[in-house]
């Protein structure tokens, strides 16, 4: 299959790539580098995107930003960071991808434990990974063409702890969050929101 990943550079892009390439033709994909680039902020970047990189059977995200802080503090700014950046950035790639995707590819997207398991600072980020949640759920009952579509749950990832300075001994390592986003591709659900926890 021809895949396309979305954050191939991030901690957990890079570890789903290097999984998929030991059987497929992997198109890495980020804002900065990789052999394609794409601003998830916008729809317009998004759509060049595709347009270079053409038809395709299987896209997984793991791409988004949104910002961490006190409710009080939050602004709109940074709200709509994360809404148009990882929300609606995920949510566009499927609109758009839904043109050059082949008949029964997936989308995988990315949501995080924070839709389920809130903390203090997590007002935002909480708010956008329950989104992309409910839109999964949904747009599953509309994808055409055989098309499937998922969300995969990563816990805190143990290389992202250790970057942060924090305890990482309850961290999941990337590379067994990467068996999420395979099980997403290879298998036969859709509308699902898959927990990286379950691979651990």
Request: glycine share 12%; proline share 3%; charged share 20%.
């Amino acid at each position: 299959m021809r895949i396309i990943v979305v954050g191939a550079t991030g901690t957990i892009g890079k570890a789903v790539a290097k999984l998929l390439a030991t059987e497929h033709d992997v198109v890495k994909v980020a804002f900065r580098s990789g052999d394609h680039r794409v601003d998830m902020s916008s729809k317009e970047s998004i759509e060049r995107m595709f347009q270079e990189v053409g038809h395709f059977d299987a896209l997984a995200c793991a791409a988004g930003v949104a910002r961490f802080g006190s409710l009080a503090e939050l602004s709109d700014e940074d709200f709509q960071t994360g809404l148009f950046g990882k929300l609606m950035g995920q949510v566009n790639l499927v609109r758009v991808g839904m043109n050059y995707i082949s008949d029964n590819g997936c989308f995988t997207l990315t949501s995080g434990v924070l839709s389920h398991s809130p903390m203090p600072g997590s007002a935002s980020i909480s708010m956008i990974n329950a989104g992309l949640e409910g839109f999964v759920r949904a747009a599953a009952l509309e994808m055409p063409r055989g098309i499937r579509i998922n969300v995969v749950s990563p816990p805190w990832v143990k290389e992202t702890l250790e970057a942060l300075g924090m305890d990482a001994t309850g961290g999941m390592p990337a590379e067994q969050v990467a068996q999420a986003y395979w099980s997403s591709i290879h298998g036969t659900r859709s509308g699902t929101v898959i927990n990286a926890k379950d691979f651990a």
